[in-house]
Structure formats: C-alpha cells, structure tokens
C-alpha cells in the first residue's frame, strides 16, 4: 500500500512568489492535513480538508490556502512568499479525523520550501 | 488554549538501555487523544504510539509503552531495549475537538552504541 506521496521534495524560490505543494494521500484516505515545520516555531497546524472541504483551519495568513480534489488528492498553496515561510512543508493523511477509529494520522516525507 | 510541553530537549541513553521522554498537557476537555511520533533524520513523520483518553489501559506497542495519567495530564513514552535505528526526533502531540494535532516541541534522543 503505498504511502502519502509530497512533491515537490525540495523547492528555492524567491520572495513574493507563489508556491504550490502537492499532497496524495493514502488510497482510501478522505482527511488530508497540512503542518508547517519551522525550528523556531515547531509543528503548526495548517489545514485540514473532508471530502473536498476545509474542516478546520489554523491561525495562518489568508496566504496559506488550499484545496482537495475529488480523488482526496490535496494541494497547498502560499502566494507573495515572504522568507519567514522557509520550511518543511507535512502532509497527513487519515481515514478520517473526526472518527475516534479513524484519527490516526500518517504523514508525508515533506516539502522543503526555502525562500530566498 | 491547549498545550504541550515536552521539558527534554535532548537525551543520550547506550543500545540496550530503557529510556523514559516526559511529555505534559494542558486541556480542559475530558475526551481526546495522545500520540508519540518520532522524526528520524530522513524527516518522516512516524507514529509510535496513540492513547484514548477515556481508556485507563496505557498503550504499549512492542518495545513502545506510555504511562498515562490523565489526572496528572502527564503522558511519558518509554522504549526499552532501546536500538540504534531508535535515534530520532520524538514528538509528543495532542488531538483537540477540532481534529489538530498541537505539538510538543520536541525530545531529540540519541541512541548510543
């Protein structure tokens, strides 16, 4: 069965531009979440998304925003990039969060976006 | 607002040895979830270990055991017979009402031979 899959791995890009990261969650998975990962911030939750729909959001700039495809396929996008958005960029996939038998995230190996 | 705090930045224990991570919370909700995950170097998120709030029993998995105690709001991870592929980042983190995980900061452990 295979894993959640990130791309890019590794992305440079310059201030003030976009960036889209692209998340496929494991096959029968409905729930994709995004964290940012910062050494001085930690792990911060993001977003999730059901069923091609925001669940719930974090406490980021309308900057961060996403989308979830039909097939659970996630992307994420962070446009006028600014350098304190370098990071390791996670994806999770679940059954579904909401379901207590269901809740058990697994993550994606992660995009690493550095902004020069 | 809910919290978790893991008071361990780094620890070193030899192969073999049992090693105990400390992990506490903060929350006013009565049912929710704990998880250990664990980073290695290769930076994929891996789970260790999920405990149901309402369930007195503390989970174990192999080598992987917790000690919860929700009065306390303490949730510590221990690994016996720890091994050299144990080395990694581990990540204490909490499941709110709203389905995110809030982090710990972080135990980075070494594994030593």
């Known amino acids: 069965k295979a894993g959640v899959t990130q791309t890019p791995r590794y992305l440079i890009k310059t201030r003030g531009q976009q960036v889209t990261l692209s998340c496929s969650p494991i096959s029968g998975h409905r729930s994709v979440s995004w964290y940012q990962q910062t050494p001085g911030q930690g792990l911060q939750f993001l977003f999730e998304y059901f069923s091609e729909t925001q669940r719930n959001k974090g406490n980021f700039p309308g900057r961060f925003s996403g989308r979830q495809f039909s097939n659970s396929r996630s992307e994420m996008n962070v446009s006028t990039l600014e350098l304190g958005d370098s990071a390791l960029y996670l994806c999770a996939s679940s059954l579904d969060t909401a379901s207590s038998g269901a809740n058990v995230l697994t993550f994606g190996a992660g995009s690493r976006l550095t902004v020069l | ?113």
């Open chain 2, 1 to 113: 607002a809910q919290t978790v705090t893991q008071s361990q930045p780094e620890m070193s224990v030899q192969e073999a040895e049992t090693v105990t991570l400390s992990c506490t919370y903060d929350t006013s909700e009565s049912n929710y979830y704990l998880f250990w995950y664990k980073q290695p170097p290769s930076r994929q998120m891996i789970l260790v270990i999920r405990q149901e709030a309402y369930k007195q029993q503390n989970a174990t998995e192999n080598r992987f055991s917790v000690n919860f105690q929700k009065a306390a709001k303490s949730f510590s991870l221990k690994i016996s017979d720890s091994q050299l592929g144990d080395t990694a980042m581990y990540f204490c983190a909490f499941m709110d009402s709203n389905y995110q995980l809030i982090w710990g900061a972080g135990t980075k452990l070494i594994i030593k031979p």
